[in-house]
């Protein structure tokens, strides 16, 4: 999975927000930071995860805090794309699952991939 190895875990109430359309690459944390409260109506310091993805779709941004600090990971593909969603004016932001966001990374169109929904039991 994608938190897999890291030195940090992700909540089960963590979020995972797509920037949809493209954004400049060029900006780190000051910038993303700007683009999550401005663009995407959110707070970089949740603790979700805000991804962000350039022009040609082989480069993706994640911005997410953690304690007293941020995390900016980056991924660069080689050869092939990153499936992502074009920017509408009224749906500047695209939720996913963190399960959803490993796929994605691992080269799935989301638009053609979805796993089982999530059940909650209760005994009575």
């Given at each position: 999975g994608f938190?897999?190895?890291l030195m940090i875990t992700l909540g089960a109430h963590t979020r995972v927000y797509l920037a949809a359309g493209t954004t400049d690459m060029r900006k780190a944390i000051d910038g993303l930071s700007v683009l999550v409260q401005d663009v995407l109506?959110?707070?970089p310091l949740s603790s979700h995860l805000f991804v962000f993805c350039n022009r040609t779709r082989d480069k993706l941004k994640v911005l997410f805090?953690?304690?007293?600090?941020?995390?900016?990971w980056y991924r660069r593909l080689e050869r092939q794309r990153f499936w992502w969603p074009k920017s509408e004016a009224e749906t500047p932001v695209v939720e996913l699952s963190v399960r959803e966001l490993g796929w994605l990374l691992e080269g799935l169109d989301l638009t053609k991939t979805k796993g089982h929904d999530?059940?909650?039991?209760?005994?009575?």
């Open positions: 938190a897999r190895g109506n959110e707070d805090w953690h304690n007293n600090g941020f995390w900016l999530v059940t909650k039991y209760t005994l009575f």
